[in-house]
Structure formats: structure tokens, C-alpha cells
């Protein structure tokens, strides 16, 4: 857990885990909190979120969703952060997957995924947190298989 004690008081340390402006968490994104505040129920789940987020980009655990091989080139690796925190959204299954870019082609949900991307999209749910388009460039990438 990313806590820090300072003399007043434990903080909690965010990592940039949230790629979706649009999303309750994104407030937590990259940003430091006093533990205090995150003992309500959201501030447990935006805990649980970024640990989830922390272990899969650790190098040790950087292992393709589909072809179970480590991935050791940061040109092949492909990680998806947090597109949304809602468990009720057909996005959600897809937070904090892991892929060697020439595995792509043989995701066998690969199609789901790009649906599921571009009606949550359209449906307004997504914005980008920098003028870089994430979720657009993410649809690119999967698409080219």
C-alpha cells in the first residue's frame, strides 16, 4: 500500500491508474490523500482499484492476457489501466489487462472489447484526461488484428 506518514498526518498516494476523465475515480488519479479521507466506501474502492493497478504494472507481473508469457520488451507491452469503475459496465470486465502486442491478433475477446469501447464512448461515458485520445488509440491498436 502506497501509505506515507508525515507529522500531521498518513497520506495516501495515488498512482496515475485512471484513464478515463469521466470517471468518479478519476479525482483520485496521481493524487495524494490524507488516509482519513478514504475511509468512506468510494475511497476503500479507489484503494483497491490502484493497488490492482500497482500489481499488474509491477515488471514481475507484466504477463500476456493471452499468451501467458512474461513481457519483457516495453515495445510490445500494452497495459490497460482503469477505463471505468463501474462493475455494472461491459468496459469493467476489461480494467488492468496485460498484453504483448503480438499476441493481439489471438485475443478471443478482442472484438467484445472494441464494441464495448465504442458505445461506451458513444453513450458520452468516456473523456480523456490530456489531449492525448487514449480510449481512441486503444480501439486503433486492437483493431489492426
Same mark, same amino acid.
Given at each position: ?5 508525515? !507529522?500531521?498526518?498518513?497520506?495516501? @498516494? ?27 466506501? !468510494?475511497?476503500?474502492?479507489? *484503494?483497491?482499484?490502484? !493497488? ?18 512474461? *513481457? ?5 507491452? *500494452? ?35 472494441? !464494441? ?10 468516456? @473523456?480523456?484526461? @490530456?489531449?492525448?485520445?487514449?480510449? =481512441? =488509440? ?8
Amino acid at each position: 500500500m502506497n501509505i506515507i506518514a508525515n !507529522e500531521e498526518k498518513d497520506m495516501y @498516494s495515488f498512482p496515475a491508474f485512471v484513464a478515463n476523465a469521466a470517471d468518479l475515480m478519476s479525482k483520485y488519479n496521481d493524487q495524494w490523500f490524507h488516509l482519513d479521507y478514504l475511509n468512506s466506501k !468510494e475511497g476503500q474502492k479507489a *484503494i483497491q482499484l490502484a !493497488e490492482q493497478c500497482i500489481l499488474y504494472t509491477r515488471p514481475v507481473n507484466r504477463i500476456c492476457t493471452v499468451g501467458g508469457n512474461r *513481457i519483457m520488451s516495453p515495445d510490445n507491452y *500494452i497495459f490497460i489501466p482503469l477505463l471505468t469503475s463501474n462493475e455494472k459496465e461491459a468496459l469493467y470486465k476489461f480494467n488492468f489487462l496485460t498484453f504483448d502486442r503480438s499476441n493481439l491478433g489471438k485475443w478471443d475477446k478482442r472484438e467484445e472489447f472494441i !464494441e464495448a469501447a465504442k458505445q461506451f464512448k458513444n453513450e458520452g461515458k468516456w @473523456s480523456d484526461t @490530456s489531449e492525448f485520445k487514449f480510449l =481512441d =488509440d486503444l480501439i486503433k491498436q486492437m483493431s489492426k488484428y
